[in-house]
């Protein structure tokens, strides 16, 4: 079925708001609903969602996330079990102007292909969650993350080492910061082993976390990082660990940066092989290789 359009409801004190599902023959829309006090907000638990849009709508004090993407699983498994035969479950769909207050994390997208999170506000400080703005959990293709206000406690956008790698991703002009008299250990932006390939990290702004703002590790190649502002963060400014090769970094701008502002450690003793130019920045590691090279 599909064409549903579910507005001005709350959804109160349930293990799940809504299991929003569609095949996709014609456009379903969630909108200007309050989703409070539940285990999970919105979720696709398994099934196709296609061709939706899930727009201004409140959540508060979500013990998970406000919005999980699931991919398709013929069959449903049990709890806590991964997906056997796991296929693209989301596609077509657009979160957009959402707000999410109180929320152990905002967002948790895998399998989706033509997905759009635009606009959204995250403030994720749920006392003794997981605590993360949004999580990209592999196998996202053409997923595009673009102008969202994150506050959170651990990590901001961040990926695990999870397979299938995410690629061909946006994640441009994001607002990355701590929750207020939180640390925030972890990223701003933030890529696991083989999370991000052919993908684009443009004119984001992290800033006051504990942890590094935006780091790739082994295997994140051919990516291009450009015109972030990433300043007075706990870690190093922008890094790439070794192995990770192959990427372009251009017009970012980091200072005070409590480990170095920027730090390319990732080809063989320990020296850059990705391309860095025009980068303004106070310490870099190798030393000279980075700050205002052109």
Not at 181 to 190: D, E, K, N, P, Q
Not at 262 to 279: E, F, I, K, M, S
Request: glycine share 12%; aromatic share 6%; hydrophobic share 35%.
């Amino acid at each position: 079925h599909s064409g549903y359009q579910i507005h001005a409801n709350v959804l109160w004190g349930h293990r799940t708001g809504i299991r929003f599902a569609s095949n996709g023959g014609l456009r379903s829309s969630f909108h200007y609903n309050c989703l409070r006090e539940n285990g999970w907000g919105l979720v696709n638990e398994w099934r196709h969602l296609i061709n939706a849009r899930v727009h201004d709508n409140d959540s508060f004090q979500i013990r998970d996330f406000a919005f999980e993407q699931t991919p398709f699983c013929p069959e449903i498994p049990p709890p806590n079990t991964p997906c056997s035969n796991p296929s693209i479950g989301m596609e077509d769909v657009t979160f957009e102007h959402n707000t999410s207050i109180q929320v152990g994390a905002g967002y948790r997208l895998s399998w989706s292909s033509d997905t759009a999170v635009l606009e959204n506000t995250v403030r994720s400080f749920w006392p003794n969650r997981s605590l993360v703005g949004m999580r990209l959990a592999g196998a996202n293709h053409d997923l595009r993350i673009v102008g969202n206000d994150i506050q959170a406690s651990l990590t901001g956008i961040v990926s695990g080492s999870f397979l299938p790698s995410n690629t061909d991703v946006l994640i441009q002009g994001n607002s990355i910061t701590a929750a207020p008299g939180l640390t925030a250990t972890g990223a701003g932006i933030g890529m696991g082993v083989v999370a991000l390939l052919d993908s684009r990290i443009l004119d984001n702004t992290v800033t006051g976390l504990q942890g590094l703002g935006i780091g790739l590790l082994s295997g994140n190649t051919n990516n291009l990082v450009r015109g972030n502002s990433v300043t007075h963060n706990g870690g190093d400014g922008i890094s790439a660990a070794a192995g990770a090769t192959g990427n372009t970094f251009e017009l970012n701008v980091m200072h005070d940066n409590a480990g170095v502002d920027a730090r390319d450690v990732a080809g063989p003793d320990g020296l850059p092989v990705n391309t860095w130019r025009l980068n303004e920045c106070g310490t870099d590691i190798p030393e000279g290789t980075i700050c205002g090279v052109e």
